[in-house]
């Protein structure tokens, strides 16, 4: 079975933008197990079509996706972990968009 690293990179961007499991995304997109998905996000991330997974060491000042949560409503958004802007960050240099 032959995909696209940059297709996989689109559906894994595109279902971290609506805030669900990209993983998953990708498991559903490409008929995959849980594994193979994720060697394929792997294989993407090592060809740069994808940034460093989250919780791994970035470059001081790289701008990257976090979970972010204001005020006790415990609604949770997506927000850049070095600027604090809304995802996607406008402040990313054009990388990946």
């Not at 696209?4 to 961007?13: F, G, P, T």
């Not at 060491?57 to 604090?84: I, K, N, Q, V």
């Amino acid at each position: 079975m032959k995909h696209d690293l940059d297709e996989i990179a689109d559906v894994y961007r595109a279902a971290v933008e609506r805030t669900e499991h990209p993983r998953r995304a990708v498991m559903n997109a490409f008929g995959m197990t849980r594994q193979t998905a994720a060697r394929w996000i792997r294989l993407a991330r090592e060809a740069g079509n994808l940034p460093p997974e989250q919780g791994k060491a970035f470059a001081a000042g790289e701008h990257y996706p976090r979970r972010a949560r204001f005020g006790s409503d415990r609604a949770t958004w997506l927000a850049c972990a070095e600027c604090r802007h809304p995802w996607p960050c406008p402040n990313r240099g054009g990388r990946n968009q």
